[in-house]
């Protein structure tokens, strides 16, 4: 497995909750999460898989909101064992996205992506493993950064290798065409980059406002790390080479 960048691990992790206030390492935070779930009619007994969950904020504030039965996956074994620690009422599993359908033995009414389908290597194999996992009829909702594609790739892009994890955007232009080689029938695309705009504007004063607090609880390379990510994100969202979307999709039924 690729060794993931400081922000990435576990500590990396634990500085972004403190950050964003809770266990989310998602651009809007609850905001986003809100926004994601507007778009569905939320049912009781429905049941949800958060994929690439992080430390579980997102799951737990899914299951208490919006009334599902929540199951999380994670390929950081640290990770997934913190929330299942944190947030016994939610099902955690610890496994590759590409690896779920082997793990994982029910089906679910909502898949959901909050900032994690960017750092899969394989997306177009994650996206078919994934529909092996919905209901007829069940929806995929993936929040994420995305690449307008106005240049050949984002300035930002990378594949990943054996010593960094991929940073891949959404890319626009063939986003589509992934979605129906995997199974999905695109439903809604909304555009969020205003929105990324303010919510790392706000990131990146917070991480300045809390320098001192940062240095004591981590380290000066995490904050200087988290600085210079959050920042080269922002210039990319301004000059509009980098994008945030909200991509709402259902699995296709075959006639
Ligand atoms: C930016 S974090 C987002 C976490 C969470 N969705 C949230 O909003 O708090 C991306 C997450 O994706 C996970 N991840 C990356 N590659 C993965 C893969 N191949 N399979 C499962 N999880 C993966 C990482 O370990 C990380 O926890």
Known sequence: MAQREPL???SGKQLVSFLRKGDFAHAGEEEAID???????????????????GLGGTADYIQKHYLGQVTGLDIEKKTILYA????PACVFHCCD???AAQVITQTFDIICLFNSFYAFSEPLLALRTLNKLIKVKGKIIVFDYSDPCLKEITPLFR???????PFMPIPLRSIDSLLAQSGWQPLK???LSLQYIQWYTQLIDRLLENENEIMRLFSQSLFQK????YSSIKKSLIAGVLGGILLCAEKRVIA
């Open 159 to 165: 594949a990943g290798d054996k010593n960094t994890s």
């Open 8 to 10: 990435r691990t576990y």
């Open 226 to 229: 988290a600085l210079e990510t």
């Open 97 to 99: 996205v590409l690896n």
């Open 84 to 87: 299942q620690k944190k947030y």
């Open 189 to 191: 695309k909304i555009d």
């Open 35 to 53: 926004l994601a779930f507007s778009n569905f009619e939320h049912r009781p007994k429905q049941t949800i898989l958060d994929v690439g969950c």
